[in-house]
């Protein structure tokens, strides 16, 4: 008895608060969730300018769900046109292929056919959510990695009904 799956959207701040209590439980995966596993160089330097920006904008100001990636393949992207000295695609493509970034969302590789050589989804249990402050959603034990266990930060609570308690 166990509910959740590839649930698209959770992780935005708009459901967040909407939501509340009610996705405790929920076992949902995510690129980035603010858990002590989860603190690579950068990233709280990068959410503390993202942030306040995406709200001024009127977006996710949250931003945990997509903008860490997005930053970190920009950062990636830099890195090759200078390691490169080239716009070249094929330049490009090959310099990533051929090195290891670190980046605010940890280590990236990319294998030979451009996928990450090492999985970097994480599998992640809705815990501990009271109320609809979104501003709990910035703490850790809301979220919690219950997998890949190099970035694991807590334990499932099975079965779902547990987790509602």
Not at 68 to 75: E, K, S, T
């Amino acid at each position: 008895k166990l509910f959740g799956g590839g649930m698209v959207g959770l992780h935005f701040t708009a459901l967040l608060s909407k939501l509340g209590p009610k996705l405790n439980g929920i076992v949902d995966y995510g690129f980035w969730v603010p858990e002590p596993t989860m603190k690579f160089p950068g990233v709280d330097d990068f959410l503390k300018k993202y942030q306040p920006a995406a709200q001024k904008a009127g977006v996710d100001p949250l931003g945990f769900y997509l903008p860490p990636w997005a930053y970190a393949m920009m950062q990636v992207l830099g890195h090759a046109v200078g390691g490169t000295k080239s716009l070249g695609q094929q330049k490009l493509a090959d310099y990533i292929h051929a090195n290891q970034f670190d980046r605010v969302v940890g280590k990236v590789k990319f294998g030979p056919d451009g996928e990450w050589a090492q999985h970097q989804t994480v599998t992640i249990q809705f815990q501990n959510i009271k109320g609809s402050d979104v501003e709990q959603s910035r703490q850790p034990g809301k979220q919690v990695v219950i997998w890949p266990d190099k970035f694991k930060s807590g334990n499932l609570i099975y079965p779902y009904s547990a987790a509602r308690k």
